[in-house]
T-cell receptor
Framework: DTGVSQDPRHKITKRGQNVTFRCDPI?????LYWYRQTLGQGPEFLTY????????KSRLLSDRFSAERPKGSFSTLEIQRTEQGDSAMYLC?????????FGPGTRLTVL | ELKVEQNPLFLSMQEGKNYTIYCNYS?????LYWYRQDPGKSLESLFV?????AVKQEGRLMASLDTKARLSTLHITAAVHDLSATYFC???????????FGKGTSLLVTP
């Protein structure tokens, strides 16, 4: 399978805990994006990497959120001190052209 | 702030009928994207429209872009049940290609 992969697919955590998600992009894609999608809404942009450089962050990305893409390969998204409002589907996408290809997502439930 | 509006948000149509979904956006952009999402699944890229007047067709779906009117349409011809899904349009504004999504149109095709 050469598509975008994400791990884990589901995560249930208690409020206040830290969680980390991983995204593996399509191998030749230099751009990597994180989005968040809540029920009944379209995805909302969180942040974007070109190679290893994080070039853009949404104002939605509070200081509890941090993302990395070491060596321009896989990326991680960490949420510290989770809140119930963080419950959502976290989607990763990659591209080398305008068209973005999305992974299956990580569904986060904060109890 | 870029706003992307889709209508209708919900659409129930009979098999064999034709219908059009509209996507309006608030700021000049030459790039518009259509995605499909099945329940509990990630997003599948349908069309990438990169210039004024662009028209693309795939099977029973045809998408067009009018950048002067800031309007894209997704036309469904002779709908079949397999087209039941949520359809999102998205616009990007800058060279980073971060996508701004509409709220989606939930389509149900009934016999």
């Amino acid at each position: 399978d050469t598509g975008v992969s994400q791990d884990p697919r589901h995560k249930i955590t208690k409020r206040g805990q830290n969680v980390t998600f991983r995204c593996d992009p399509i191998s030749e894609h230099n751009r990597l994006y994180w989005y968040r999608q809540t029920l009944g809404q379209g995805p909302e942009f969180l942040t974007y990497f070109q190679n290893e450089a994080q070039l853009e962050k949404s104002r939605l990305l509070s200081d509890r959120f941090s993302a990395e893409r070491p060596k321009g390969s896989f990326s991680t998204l960490e949420i510290q001190r989770t809140e119930q409002g963080d419950s959502a589907m976290y989607l990763c996408a990659s591209s080398r052209s305008p068209e973005q290809f999305f992974g299956p997502g990580t569904r986060l439930t904060v109890l | 702030e870029l706003k992307v509006e889709q209508n209708p948000l919900f659409l129930s149509m009979q098999e064999g009928k034709n219908y059009t979904i509209y996507c309006n956006y608030s700021t000049t952009s030459d790039r518009l994207y259509w995605y499909r999402q099945d329940p509990g699944k990630s997003l599948e890229s349908l069309f990438v429209l990169l210039s004024n007047g662009a028209v693309k067709q795939e099977g029973r779906l045809m998408a067009s872009l009018d950048t002067k009117a800031r309007l894209s349409t997704l036309h469904i011809t002779a709908a079949v049940h397999d087209l039941s899904a949520t359809y999102f349009c998205a616009v990007d504004l800058d060279s980073g290609y971060a996508l701004n999504f509409g709220k989606g149109t939930s389509l149900l095709v009934t016999p």
